[in-house]
C-alpha cells in the first residue's frame, strides 16, 4: 500500500494521515497475534491486551542484568536474601517488585584515612591525637586501603553510609586498632623505629575485628603516613629528637672505636699468650737439657776428674774465643804479649770496599808484657 492510496491512514486530498486509523488498525493486527477477533465491539478490548502483552514483555525484560569479571550481584525477593551470583555474563531474576539486584565491585581498591594533616582546623584533628603508653600526645595519620570478600556480608553488615557510598565500619575499625596499638608504645618507638611494625600490627587488628563483626572487608595495606607531636610541643620534641639523634651517634662512635681497638688488643693478648708458652716450653726444655747434660758430665767426673776439668776448661776457652774478635799472640822469646786489634781491621776492611778505596795501613800493634805461663795468663 502506497502513500498515496486513499485507504493509508484514511488520508483525503493529500492531507495528513488520520492517527485513529492507524492505531484501530494496529491494535487489530496485534490483537490478532492473541487470539482476538477483529469486530465493530471489540477494538478497545484488543487495544488494551496488545497494550499489557507489551508491558509484560517489558517487565519480563527488565529481569535481564549483566555481571561483569570484576563484580558479584546479590539477588533480593521481597528485600530478604535470595542468593549471590559471582559469574560473569548475562543473568535473569524476576524482575521487581518481585526480586531485585545489587551490583558490587569485588575487585575495586577502597581507601580511607584516619586522622587529618595538621594544615586543618582543630575540630576536625582530634581523630588524629592518641596517647602513647609513656603518656604522651601524638598526632597519627594513617591510610588503610581494602577491597571485599563477601558482597551479602559487606551489604548487610555494612548499613550505615555517609554520603559518597562509603562505609562507616572500616574506619571505626581503624581508629580501634591504631589507638590500641599507639596506647601500648611509647613516644620514642611510634615517631622513630616503629612506624612499620605498628602498621602490620593494626592491620593485624583491624582484620580480626572486621572479621568479628562479618563486615565481608579484607585490609590490604595499612600504612601511618605521618606521626609527629602537637602544635604546641613540636619544639620541645624537636629538641628531643636531636639530643636522641646525638646520643645514637655517639653510641654509634664508640662501637666503632670498640670495634677498632678491642680486635686489636684480642690479638696483641694472644700472641703474647704465644709468645709467653713458646718462652716457657724453651726454658722448660732447655732446663731439662742442662739437667740431662749435668748428669751424664757428672757421671763422667767420678769416672776420672782431671780429664773431665781438662775438657770443661778446654771448651769453655774455646766458646769464649769463638765470640771474641780479639787475638792474643804469646811471643815467648821476648817476653812480650802482641795485641792484633782484629775487629778494627775487619771494619776498616769493610769501609774501604764499599768506598773503592785502598785500603789504610795496619796500626802498629800495642806491646804488653805477656804473663810467664798459662796459668797466669787466664788467672789459674
Do not use: C
Not at 583491624?206 to 563486615?215: E, I, N, P, S
Not at 572487608?217 to 619544639?235: A, H, K, L, T
Amino acid at each position: 500500500m502506497s502513500q498515496n492510496d486513499p485507504q493509508w491512514g484514511g488520508r483525503r486530498n493529500d492531507g495528513p494521515p488520520d492517527l485513529d486509523e492507524i492505531v484501530r488498525k494496529f491494535t487489530r493486527k496485534f490483537g490478532g497475534l492473541f487470539g482476538a477477533r477483529p469486530g465493530p465491539g471489540n477494538g478497545g478490548s484488543s487495544g488494551l491486551i496488545a497494550v499489557l502483552g507489551v508491558l509484560l514483555v517489558l517487565w519480563g525484560a527488565s529481569g535481564f542484568y549483566v555481571v561483569d569479571e570484576r563484580e558479584n550481584a546479590v539477588i533480593l525477593r521481597f528485600g530478604k536474601f535470595v542468593n549471590t551470583v559471582p559469574n560473569p555474563g548475562l543473568h535473569w531474576h524476576l524482575p521487581w517488585p518481585i526480586e531485585s539486584r545489587e551490583i558490587v565491585n569485588m575487585t575495586e581498591i577502597r581507601s580511607l584515612v584516619v586522622g587529618t594533616t595538621a594544615t586543618t582546623d582543630a575540630a576536625s584533628n582530634d581523630e588524629a591525637i592518641m596517647l602513647s603508653g609513656d603518656q604522651n600526645l601524638l598526632e597519627v595519620q594513617l591510610e588503610v586501603q581494602y577491597t571485599l570478600n563477601s558482597a551479602k556480608d559487606y551489604k548487610f553488615n555494612n548499613l550505615n553510609e555517609n554520603e559518597d557510598g562509603r562505609d562507616l565500619v572500616v574506619k571505626p575499625a581503624a581508629e580501634t586498632a591504631i589507638r590500641e596499638v599507639v596506647g601500648k608504645s611509647n613516644v620514642d618507638y611510634v615517631l622513630n623505629e616503629g612506624r612499620g611494625q605498628i602498621a602490620e600490627e593494626t592491620k593485624k587488628l583491624m582484620q580480626d575485628l572486621l572479621d568479628r563483626y562479618g563486615a565481608g572487608v579484607s585490609i590490604s595495606r595499612v600504612n601511618i603516613s605521618d606521626v609527629q607531636p602537637p602544635q604546641q610541643v613540636q619544639d620541645s620534641f624537636a629538641d628531643a629528637v636531636k639530643a636522641r639523634q646525638d646520643r645514637q651517634r655517639l653510641i654509634n662512635e664508640g662501637t666503632a672505636y670498640a670495634n677498632d681497638v678491642i680486635p686489636k688488643a684480642e690479638g696483641a693478648a694472644a700472641r703474647l699468650m704465644e709468645e709467653a708458652k713458646g718462652y716457657k716450653q724453651r726454658v722448660v726444655a732447655q732446663a731439662e737439657g742442662d739437667t740431662s747434660r749435668f748428669k751424664a758430665v757428672a757421671a763422667e767426673y767420678a769416672k776420672a776428674p782431671q780429664v773431665t776439668r781438662d775438657r770443661m776448661y778446654l771448651d769453655t776457652m774455646q766458646q769464649m774465643f769463638e765470640n771474641t774478635t780479639k787475638i792474643l799472640v804469646d811471643q815467648k822469646a821476648g817476653g812480650n804479649l802482641l795485641y792484633l786489634p782484629l775487629d778494627k781491621l775487619i771494619q776498616q776492611s769493610a769501609a774501604d770496599a764499599s768506598a773503592g778505596s785502598a785500603p789504610t795501613p795496619v796500626p802498629a800493634p800495642a806491646v804488653q808484657a805477656a804473663p810467664q805461663d798459662r796459668g797466669e795468663r787466664f788467672g789459674r
